[in-house]
Every structure is written in structure tokens, then in C-alpha cells.
């Protein structure tokens, strides 16, 4: 772990190192997120973080949220996603659940044309089958909007792994 002080002390390479993985697949926060330095707290780097985001393009938030695997899918994930998704269960799914999940990730994919998002750590497979069936429902701007506070959400999470929440003094 790092305190704010050794992130404020780093170099760019350092830094994006660090952070460069905060954000699935989308290094480019992390590097804007590197000339805002110095940063008071984790939740303040998380902030600037959050803003880069919301001041990007509509294309780059759409690149952003399709960066991000399917909940369950055995593809190419990183070592984050790799981790919240088995701490969920969903690496443990029987073959029932599994092709429900892959049904899931099917309507939802056809309705909105990204993968379904959820900050997964702390949940069980049900709760997520249930925001899955819950969520289809959604409009394309509110599940647009619901996406990237889950991303949001996922980024803080292993923000809290990396760096202590010691504010600078």
C-alpha cells in the first residue's frame, strides 16, 4: 500500500504504474489524473479521477464502459476483474447459472450494446442476478448513467486497495 504522500512523489511512469489500472483498460485517466498531482487524500484522487471521466468525450465514456468484461465471461479480464468476479461466486457458477448469466449478458448487451457493470465486491451471485434482471429494465440514459457510477464505484474500490486513506497534512 502507499500513502498519498509517496503517490504525490511519484514519477508519471511511477504513477501510472500505480494507477494506470484504476479504470479497466483505460490508462488515459490515469495519465490525465498525473499532471492534477499533488492530490489531499485517496478520496481526492478519486474525485479528479471521477472528473476526467465525466469531462470526456461521450465516445471515450462509451469506450470506457465497453472496456469492461461481461460479469461471469471467461475471457481476457484483468487481475482486478479477475478477483472481484471470483470473490462474487460467479467463477463458481453451476452450469444452470452460468447459462442464465449468459442469457443475461445476452438481452442486456442487445438492449444497451455495452456489458452490463456492477461493482461486484461484496455481493453474492444472487444480488447480481437480480441487478441484471432488475436493470434491463432501465432506459439507455439511465442505465448509461448507472454503468459509469458503477464504474465509479469499482475504481474507488481498488483505489482503497492500493492507496491508505491518510490525508496529507
Same mark, same amino acid.
Given at each position: 500500500m502507499y500513502t498519498i504522500t509517496e503517490i504525490n512523489n511519484t514519477t508519471r511512469q511511477q504513477f501510472l504504474g500505480i494507477a494506470?489500472?484504476?479504470?479497466? *483498460?483505460?490508462?488515459?485517466?490515469? +495519465?490525465?489524473?498525473?499532471?492534477?498531482?499533488? /492530490?489531499?487524500?485517496?478520496? *481526492?484522487? *478519486?474525485?479528479?479521477m471521477v472528473k476526467i471521466v465525466e469531462n470526456s468525450s461521450f465516445e471515450q465514456k462509451v469506450a470506457l464502459i465497453k472496456a469492461h468484461p461481461n460479469l461471469g465471461e471467461r475471457a481476457s479480464m484483468t487481475i482486478d476483474s479477475t478477483q472481484e468476479q471470483k470473490g462474487a461466486?460467479?467463477?463458481?457458477?453451476?452450469?444452470?447459472?452460468?447459462?442464465?448469466?449468459? /442469457?443475461?449478458?445476452?438481452?442486456?448487451? +442487445?438492449?444497451?450494446?455495452f456489458p452490463f457493470i456492477l461493482a461486484v465486491r461484496g455481493k453474492n451471485k444472487q444480488q447480481i442476478f437480480d441487478a441484471?434482471?432488475?436493470? #434491463?429494465? *432501465?432506459?439507455? +440514459?439511465?442505465?448509461?448513467? %448507472?454503468?459509469?457510477? +458503477? #464504474?465509479?464505484? #469499482?475504481?474507488?474500490?481498488?483505489?482503497?486497495?492500493?492507496? %491508505?486513506n491518510i490525508p496529507v497534512k
Open positions: 494506470g489500472g484504476i479504470f479497466e *483498460h483505460s490508462p488515459w485517466i490515469a +495519465e490525465k489524473a498525473a499532471e492534477l498531482k499533488p /492530490f489531499s487524500s485517496l478520496n *481526492h484522487l *478519486h474525485q479528479e461466486g460467479l467463477q463458481n457458477l453451476s452450469q444452470e447459472e452460468y447459462t442464465q448469466l449468459i /442469457f443475461l449478458n445476452q438481452q442486456y448487451m +442487445e438492449k444497451f450494446s441484471m434482471e432488475e436493470r #434491463i429494465h *432501465h432506459s439507455n +440514459e439511465i442505465e448509461f448513467e %448507472t454503468a459509469l457510477s +458503477e #464504474i465509479f464505484k #469499482i475504481a474507488l474500490l481498488r483505489l482503497q486497495e492500493k492507496i %491508505t
